[in-house]
């Protein structure tokens, strides 16, 4: 048998803060009706010559460094983000090259707040197909390049940060147990970036430079479907709620996280989220709330995590996990 497990995590996020306090000075909002409406407290802000390529790379010196791990033996790369340094080549080549990584495929992987699960179940089936032994799975964005920051409903959300994985080979257990992966196109212009093309779904789009979303549609479709989803993959692996150890939601808007734990019947104490300081992340925000379940005492190995991201597309993946860590062997960078 080949199974596949997640050996190793690191996180990074920039020094600089950006409170909603500060936020009041640059738009007319406030901190209570922030945090009312987000659970939003402050969110890190890349400086203007760090790109998400420098949050990859830091990311992965953060795991190294905490589980004593080499990288030069990846044979694959797969970096989720929607703001790559450029169109082209991929983040993926740049942090090859950066890491000294000799032998890697390397391949950006664009499914937006869904990206870090997608990149997993990429690298899960990379490495059960006896392809590959040992993948860097990385989800990062610096979504304050692409905000706009007079725009009150947008600002108040984005962060930026990265998470990196090292998924390897496993031939005594398999620690990935089921998935569930979607889409609806239809809801395409409800959170884009203009590039190429100014129209999708025959929808004369905003052209600009910056994130546009249409938050309102965007919640009414998550709560209407991502429920269902998640019971769907639960169905599909004969699980129920009560197994799971920790739900791992994209952290968009604690408001959003709120009715899909209800309508899934899960405590809210048990799900992990890291918009409180970081904001909302994209790809960044799953690994990223699950290292703090780590860093806080509060994921150990044998635990049974579902992560379920969801985003511009509309994509939307879960994973269902068992944790099994190696040995950290020093303390994590405190954030």
């Known amino acids: ?3 596949a497990r997640i050996t190793a995590i690191g996180t990074y996020v920039p020094e600089k803060k950006l409170t909603n306090h500060e936020l009041e000075q640059m738009v007319e909002t406030n901190n209570e009706w ?6 939003i407290q402050e969110r890190r802000i890349s400086h203007s010559d760090e790109f998400t390529s420098d949050l990859c790379v830091a990311a992965v010196n953060d795991l190294m460094q905490r589980y004593n791990k080499t990288v030069e033996d990846v044979d694959m790369i797969i970096v989720a983000t ?12 740049i942090i090859q090259n950066r890491l000294n990584i000799s032998q890697a495929g390397a391949i950006d992987l664009s499914a937006a707040c869904a990206g870090f699960v997608y990149g997993l179940h990429t690298a899960h089936s990379f490495i059960t197909s006896g392809l590959h ?3 860097l799975v990385i989800g990062a964005d610096a979504l304050s390049k692409i905000t706009d920051y007079t725009d009150r409903s947008t600002c108040i959300l984005f962060g930026d940060g990265a998470g990196a994985v090292l998924v390897e080979r496993d031939d005594e257990y ?3 147990n089921g998935f569930h992966l979607g889409s609806d196109g239809s809801g395409a212009q409800h959170v884009y970036r203009t590039g190429i093309s100014k129209k999708v779904n025959g929808i004369e789009l905003l052209d600009t430079q910056y994130l546009v979303q249409n938050g309102r549609e965007v919640f009414r479709w998550v709560v209407r479907n991502v429920p269902d989803c998640i019971k769907q993959l639960l169905e599909k692996t004969n699980s129920s709620s009560k197994q799971i150890d920790w739900f791992i939601p994209h952290s968009a808007n604690l408001r959003l996280i709120e009715p899909i734990c209800e309508k899934l019947e899960y405590p809210l104490e048990k799900t992990l989220y890291s918009l409180e300081y970081f904001g909302n992340t994209s790809a960044a925000t799953i690994p990223l ?3 703090l379940g780590i860093r806080e005492g509060k994921v150990k190995n044998g635990d049974k995590v579902l992560m379920y991201g969801f985003g511009s597309g509309l994509v939307h993946a879960g994973q269902l996990l068992k944790i099994n860590f190696d040995e950290q062997i020093n303390a994590p960078t405190p954030f």
């Not at 929607?82 to 080549?93: E, L, Q, R």
């Open 133 to 135: 032994r040992k993948i």
């Open 174 to 176: 398999e620690h990935f």
């Open 34 to 39: 922030i945090i009312q409406r987000t659970g």
């Open 289 to 291: 709330a699950l290292d």
């Open 1 to 3: 048998m080949i199974g």
């Open 82 to 93: 929607s703001t790559p340094d450029f169109p082209f080549p991929s983040v993926a080549s």
